[in-house]
């Protein structure tokens, strides 16, 4: 079980810092191995690391769903320096 610190606000966050600094390639962007993608009227939104997947629903709710155990760990650990680096 993962102690997630990171609220909904956190991954919306996240997920412009991706979008607006990366690489948009295939319909998602790109940026420091995160991706960012949504879908077409923008109420779902994912975020994607390793084996890690986050979905961003309408109304603040999120998933989370990973296969390893360190994935999410070393996620929170480079968006927490994205976060503070911009």
């Known amino acids: 079980m993962i102690n997630n610190t990171l609220t909904t ?3 919306l966050r996240i997920f412009d810092l991706i979008s607006t600094n990366g690489i948009k ?3 998602a962007y790109e940026f ?3 991706r960012a ?3 077409f009227d923008g109420y779902t939104c994912w975020l994607a690391y390793n084996d890690l997947t986050i979905t961003i629903l309408f109304h603040g709710k999120f998933s989370v769903e990973y296969k390893e155990e ?14 503070n680096n911009h």
């Open 32 to 34: 420091r191995g995160i």
């Open 37 to 39: 993608w949504h879908d």
């Open 9 to 11: 606000r956190d991954f």
């Open 25 to 27: 390639s295939n319909g």
């Open 70 to 83: 360190d994935t999410f760990e070393k996620f929170n650990k480079k968006v927490n320096s994205l976060m």
